[in-house]
């Protein structure tokens, strides 16, 4: 059974950084893709980002540039360093991931920009 354990939102200034985490259980990382979503209040998911099993990364363009998705092999963890927050940065952000056609999806961090 997957099992995603999300960490490390929190409230944020404009301008301001931080960092997710997503550690799983029952999926390795490592052998497919990390994916990160969020979704904002009264507005549909959107997905952020991706990093593949061979490492290559692609972005949203709303976030190309200010956040980056990384993988931690040992810990079985991807993060997202997320930087240069503005306000539609403010959602709840998600690490879904696909295994055997199913798709998993934890709690997720609520992100808030705010000052």
């Known amino acids: 059974q997957v099992q995603l354990v999300e960490a490390g939102g929190g409230l944020v200034q404009p301008g301001g950084s931080l960092r997710l985490s997503c550690a799983a259980s029952g999926f390795t990382f490592s052998s497919g893709y990390g994916y990160w979503y969020r979704q904002a209040p009264g507005k549909p998911r959107e997905w952020v980002a991706l990093?593949?099993?061979?490492?290559?990364?692609n972005y949203a363009g709303a976030v190309k540039g200010r956040f980056t998705i990384t993988r931690d092999n040992a810990k079985n963890t991807v993060y997202l360093q997320m930087a240069g927050h503005t306000f539609d940065d403010t959602a709840v952000y998600h690490c879904?991931?696909?295994?055997?056609?199913?798709?998993?999806w934890g709690h997720g961090p609520l992100v808030n920009v705010s000052s």
């Open positions: 879904p991931v696909v295994l055997n056609g199913d798709d998993y």
């Open positions: 990093l593949t099993s061979g490492g290559t990364t």
